[in-house]
Structure formats: structure tokens, C-alpha cells
């Protein structure tokens, strides 16, 4: 169509050309086209990412980029190494199997302690399972299916008191 119509703009047209095999496996074709998709959505820094949805990258023609990746995260934390890409700051879903790994759950962990000001281990029989949710622990919840096995896994030297852990009214002396 472009040769037979020469005069007519077809960029950004909706219709796309055939690419060469391969040319998604290449980092820099992968950085280009997130590049532009970042600048279309008005996307400036890392946590705006976290409003992309699969669907949209690949209406946007990436498809085939995502679908290289476990996750859209492991996508930028790949094809953007100098930018970082903390699931727990960005709010972005985990990769599969993200939470099998007992490192990841224990920086989860550390990281939430540290934002809620957690000091003491009484601190942690006021958090809540929708604080862990909000903080992006909501599969990770789903794993473990309480937060007494996983301050369990996390912390296998304490002594947890399960039963401190199932009150439905926590307060909390930290300022959340």
C-alpha cells in the first residue's frame, strides 16, 4: 500500500508492517519500541508502569515482547538494567514463581518492615492481612495462606504465637 500510495502518511495508521524474524529478540528493538510506548502513555518513571496492563502492550503491537518474559516486570528489569525495578515500589505483579523463591519473600518482608515501621516482633501481630495485600503481598498471602507461616519461613529462630496473629481489630502503634 505504501509504494501505491506515497503521498499518504502510514505511521501510526493502525496497520503494521511484517518484521524481519527475530527482530523482537533484539534488546535494542525491545528498548525502542518501550521507549515509544512509554512516551504514547505518558509513562516518566518507574512506578508509572505499574498502571500498564498486559492487554494494552500487546493492542500496542508487543505482544510478542512480553510473551519473551515471565512478567511485564522481568520485561523492564531485562531491557531497562540502569532503572530500579522494586516490585514492592513500583506495585507491579510478581513474575511466576516469584514468591517459590524464599530470597524474594524475605526482601518482601524486610521492605514492608522497614515502610511500616516495624521494631519490635509484638509489631508484627498488629499488621493486617489488607496491609500486606495494599503493600503488594496479596499472592504472596495466597502462598503461605497466613502471615504466621510466612514470619515463620522468614524468621525460623523466633517463636511466633499463632494465636496472637488471628484478632480481628489490630491496631497499630506504628504511624501507618
Not at 36 to 53: G, I, K
Request: with cysteine; aromatic share 14%; charged share 25%.
Amino acid at each position: 500500500l505504501e509504494s501505491l500510495f506515497p503521498e499518504l502518511e502510514w505511521e501510526g495508521c493502525g496497520i503494521r508492517k511484517r518484521l524481519p524474524n527475530h527482530y523482537w529478540s533484539d534488546l535494542e528493538n525491545q528498548r525502542q519500541f518501550f521507549d515509544s510506548f512509554a512516551e504514547r502513555h505518558h509513562l516518566t518513571q518507574p512506578s508509572d508502569w505499574s498502571r500498564v496492563r498486559f492487554k494494552q502492550i500487546v493492542n500496542d503491537g508487543g505482544g510478542t515482547i512480553v510473551r519473551l518474559y515471565p512478567s511485564l516486570l522481568a520485561a523492564l528489569q531485562k531491557i531497562y538494567p540502569e532503572q530500579k525495578w522494586d516490585m514492592n515500589t513500583t506495585n507491579m505483579q510478581a513474575p511466576r514463581n516469584h514468591w517459590n523463591d524464599i530470597a524474594n519473600v524475605k526482601r518482601f518482608i524486610q521492605q514492608f518492615q522497614l515502610t511500616m515501621q516495624i521494631k519490635t516482633q509484638e509489631d508484627w501481630y498488629r499488621v493486617s492481612i489488607k496491609q500486606i495485600s495494599a503493600a503488594g503481598g496479596g499472592a504472596l498471602l495466597e502462598k503461605y495462606r497466613s502471615l504466621y507461616k510466612i514470619l515463620k519461613e522468614v524468621y525460623p529462630d523466633k517463636k511466633w504465637d499463632k494465636k496472637s496473629f488471628q484478632g480481628r481489630n489490630k491496631r497499630s502503634a506504628q504511624r501507618w
